[in-house]
């Protein structure tokens, strides 16, 4: 069953404006209540989406017995 786009739009947007505030030296940023709750929405949708992936993987991958072996290095991406 596939599964509808996510709109990252907020998230996206609130990227670009912590960029911008860092290119520009800014020690804040603000967001009004509607970008946030937009935000947090958003961030909600991507989580439970990731969640349920990440539970049918599990289930299809335990259904044929295989071990899967997952890694967290902590990662230096930032």
Do not use: C, H, Y
Request: glycine share 6%; net charge negative; no cysteine.
């Amino acid at each position: 069953m596939p599964t509808e786009p996510i709109n990252t739009t907020p998230i996206q947007a609130f990227i670009q404006q912590v960029k911008s505030a860092d290119s520009s030296n800014q020690k804040e940023i603000r967001l009004d209540i509607a970008s946030a709750k937009n935000l947090a929405f958003t961030l909600g949708i991507v989580m439970s989406r990731l969640n349920g992936d990440l539970e049918k993987l599990f289930v299809d991958k335990s259904k044929n017995n295989e071990t899967i072996e997952l890694k967290f290095d902590g990662g230096n991406n930032w």
